[in-house]
């Protein structure tokens, strides 16, 4: 590893000998490797010798002088004879006055006195001479009472003496480091500082694991400490991050200080690394752990202004059961409030693993908001069974409205992973349960959850009816954050009938949720006002909304809605013409979530339709998918795009015949909800399947006319449209559109039925990379995956295609995102070296 030390070498060649250099830096900088590699660049010829200072308990006199000594028989008697110091010194600057001479000092913070007086005698010498000097040390280890601080001192004014200062890697380094080996440069950066020491160990060590040898060589460290600064590091480990001076014994901190293993800042304290601090955690004994954790617990629960996400972490290591009752749920209250739903969730989960022995009341909170956190987060499985938990603890103490309530949110956790009969059934048992009983705000969350079912099922009339007594209720008793989801779901069930009442609900909807801090009702709205536009295909709304929706989520770790809006986004692009970015998006959502069923019919659907119509390999696959997963929903809003997918990938093929089958149950069950773009595409295609279809007359227009398609920005049906015209000139230029847009297969459905017709002047097929590669790959893009499948890294392919390893990271990510696939192995492995199977 010798990134970003080219400068620094160049600073060694600028010096003229007749100089002594301290080269600086911490421990594991790369000050050997430094001047080394100075070393190895001198002109034939130069003699250079090295001496080492080593951290004995006794250090040996004049260490780095016997080690020169062997190639001087002259110094190496003086120093066997026990001469005097003059006598020895003198020798050595006579071995200095030979040309071409570089001598290397290391580890001088490990010098005895006689080195030090030596370096000292030559330092104010050395300009006369023709050699060079070179004394590395570690400048974290000299403080103030170290004695080379006296050297340094001494030597200050002295022209011929220089000082170099070797800096950490920079986290660009880092990345160009870690990126080829599928490691997180900005990960590996925090960890290690940039100490190239602690990056190459770590870039060896498997996923997370502290490597050993940087184990060993912190804790060689600390060994050579006084029992007093032992313990303060021991205590100062196990606080993440940095500790209050008052926590440790001060005389303990200055010799760790001292020793450089430690950093003061203000009333702080902490570790120079992440992993000297792990490293020293790792290594404190077991018995030891929960005591110094309680005394830490202690201190900080006197203090003022302590986050309780620490009192909690210190509170569950400590096995303080009570503490952590009392902390983590103001932790995860706190963290909620910041918009961070992920930590939110950890420390719900930490409270309740030490609730066993709390009121039942407590215990029920604490599981209905973790599963409530759980589900934001993105942890769907995790929601629903602590929610459950929740509901039957609710159940034993009698509190029917909190068991309906959760039951109603449950609902809808089953929904985003598939399970929409146990969501509607949960539902309807919540709103049952409560009808009974005199109206609550618990009644209200039950319909306008049982609403949203219905508005997801595509029954809008339902969801207005219901959704619209959830809005009075909510407003009756003042309950904000129900009112805000009730008028969402009552919103998005406009948007078939009236879209410009569907935007003042849903945005009426998300300024209720802004109101009262409700962070996961404002996702849903911008969602619902993304995808509801995009639905009926009005892509300027869609997009605006689901990119500041998938802001939203990202900044708040909404991992369950920003999947939603990631997968719809993927969808709009994909109807616009945007193939690339939708399939980088689709490709994105299938991988990093899988849970939410939803949003993997979405991404599922675009993947097998572009495939389809690029003529891509294994377009079944991901079609069979969105449509096993549709089928197990039941809702047209899953079934439609499924079944119109499954119904084009079939007429591409030439498989007329089996688009009947694959689209007329839907179909009926598009007619039975009124659904006009559902009805449009699906009685379109059994209309191309030679089926006698009457349109109804709330289709949508494009359906009706065959025109409208390129106002709206739909491309592929624009270009489909033009084919379709009378004049041939149209049909020719629908063509070259097809052809432009890289969809082949109907690009020669196209040509094939023109030349039959009788058109002449077709355009020829391109006979370029992009038509030969199916998946639309570049020239470059196709050599680099070539190299991907021999399992080579970005540096590597970057040194055979002489172009940098961050190029050939753009080119990656490039590629995985037309291929549609996740990984590097996966795209060598499915596609091969050409771009196809």
Not at 115 to 141: K, M, Q
Not at 163 to 175: C, F, H
Not at 339 to 357: F, K, L, P, S
Request: aromatic share 6%; charged share 25%; hydrophobic share 45%.
């Amino acid at each position: 590893m010798f990134l970003e030390r080219e400068p620094l070498v160049a600073s060694l060649r600028e010096i003229r000998p007749g100089a002594m250099v301290f080269v600086a830096g911490e421990a594991g900088i790369g000050k050997t490797s430094l001047v080394r590699e100075f070393c190895a660049t001198l002109p034939t010829g130069t003699v250079v010798r090295y001496g080492f200072c080593d951290a004995l308990g006794t250090p040996r006199a004049l260490g780095p002088l016997h080690d020169i000594a062997r190639a001087s028989p002259k110094l190496a008697g003086l120093l066997t004879d026990g001469a005097d110091r003059h006598t020895i010194f003198t020798a050595f600057l006579e071995l200095l006055s030979d040309p071409q001479t570089v001598v290397v000092v290391e580890d001088a913070h490990w010098a005895d006195e006689a080195t030090l007086d030596l370096l000292l005698f030559v330092g104010r010498r050395i300009s006369e001479l023709p050699a060079l000097v070179v004394v590395t040390y570690r400048s974290e280890e000299v403080g103030r009472d170290h004695t080379l601080r006296r050297v340094l001192g001494d030597l200050a004014t002295a022209p011929s003496v220089r000082r170099l200062q070797v800096p950490a890697l920079t986290s660009e380094a880092v990345a160009a480091l870690a990126t080829p080996l599928g490691r997180d440069g900005d990960e590996v950066f925090a960890v290690t500082g940039g100490n190239p020491f602690f990056v190459t160990e770590v870039l060896s060590a498997p996923g997370d694991d502290l490597p050993a040898t940087v184990r060993d060589a912190v804790l060689a460290r600390a060994a050579r400490l006084g029992p007093a600064a032992r313990a303060v590091l021991d205590v100062v480990s196990l606080v993440p991050d940095r500790a209050e001076v008052a926590l440790v014994d001060a005389v303990g901190l200055e010799e760790c200080i001292q020793a450089g293993m430690l950093l003061l800042e203000g009333r702080s304290v902490r570790f120079r690394h992440e992993l000297a601090r792990r490293a020293v955690e790792s290594d404190v004994p077991a018995v030891r752990v929960p005591v110094l954790h309680g005394q830490i617990l202690d201190y900080l629960a006197e203090a003022d202004e302590i986050d309780p996400a620490r009192l909690s972490y210190h509170a569950e290591v400590a096995g303080d059961r009570a503490a952590v009752l009392e902390h983590a749920p103001v932790a995860a209250r706190r963290a909620a409030e910041l918009g961070a739903h992920r930590q939110a969730a950890a420390h719900y989960a930490r409270a309740v693993r030490h609730a066993d022995n709390a009121q039942i009341a407590v215990q029920a909170e604490l599981w209905e908001r973790h599963g409530e956190s759980a589900d934001d987060s993105g942890d769907l499985a995790e929601g629903i069974r602590s929610s459950q938990r929740a509901t039957e603890l609710w159940q034993q103490v009698g509190e029917v409205e909190r068991q309906g309530a959760t039951m109603a949110r449950c609902s809808h956790m089953l929904w985003k992973t598939g399970r929409n009969a146990e969501a509607h059934a949960l539902a309807r048992q919540a709103v049952a349960l409560l009808a009974d009983r005199p109206p609550s705000p618990a009644l209200a969350q039950a319909q306008a959850a049982m609403a949203r079912l219905l508005m997801l099922g595509r029954d809008m009339r339902g969801a207005i009816v219901l959704g619209t007594t959830a809005v009075e209720y909510a407003r009756q008793f003042g309950d904000l954050r129900t009112l805000g989801r009730a008028l969402n779901s009552v919103g998005s069930a406009h948007w078939l009938m009236d879209p410009v009442r569907a935007v003042e609900l849903l945005e009426a909807s998300l300024a209720t949720a802004g109101e009262v801090g409700d962070d996961a009702g404002a996702a849903q709205a911008m969602m619902n006002l993304g995808s509801g536009a995009g639905e009926i295909r009005r892509y300027a709304l869609a997009d605006r909304w689901l990119a500041e929706a998938a802001s939203w989520c990202a900044a708040r770790d909404l991992d369950s809605s920003l999947s939603y809006a990631l997968a719809w986004q993927s969808r709009s692009r994909f109807e616009q013409g945007q193939w690339s970015e939708a399939t980088a998006l689709a490709g994105q959502v299938v991988t990093k979530y899988p849970q939410h069923v939803p949003s993997q019919i979405v991404v599922n659907t675009v993947l097998g339709r572009l495939r389809a119509r690029r003529g891509d390999p294994d377009p079944e696959g991901p079609l069979s998918r969105a449509w096993e997963l549709a089928v197990r929903t039941g809702d047209l809003q899953r079934l439609w795009p499924a079944a119109a997918a499954r119904a084009e990938h079939a007429w591409l093929q030439g498989r007329i015949d089996a688009v009947e089958g694959l689209v007329a149950e839907t179909y009926e069950h598009s007619l039975e909800l009124e659904h006009p773009w559902a009805v449009g595409e699906l009685g379109s295609w059994l209309r191309t399947a030679g089926v006698t279809v009457e349109l109804p007359g709330y289709v949508a227009e494009p359906y009706k006319t065959g025109d409208g398609w390129r106002e709206l920005g739909c491309t592929y049906e624009a270009a489909l449209a033009l084919t379709e015209k009378a004049d041939p000139e149209q049909q020719i230029a629908g063509l070259q559109e097809l052809q432009q847009l890289g969809a082949w297969p109907a690009a020669e459905l196209v040509a094939r039925r023109l030349r039959q017709s009788g058109v002449q002047g077709l355009p020829r097929r391109p006979r370029g990379s992009s038509r030969e590669n199916p998946a639309n790959l570049t020239a470059r893009e196709t050599e680099v995956l070539a190299l991907l499948a021999e399992d080579l890294t970005n540096a590597e392919i970057g040194q055979r295609l002489h172009i940098s390893p961050k190029t050939v990271d753009h080119h990656v990510s490039s590629i995985l995102g037309k291929l549609g696939v996740a990984t590097r192995q996966e795209a060598a492995r499915r596609w091969g070296a050409d771009g196809r199977r």
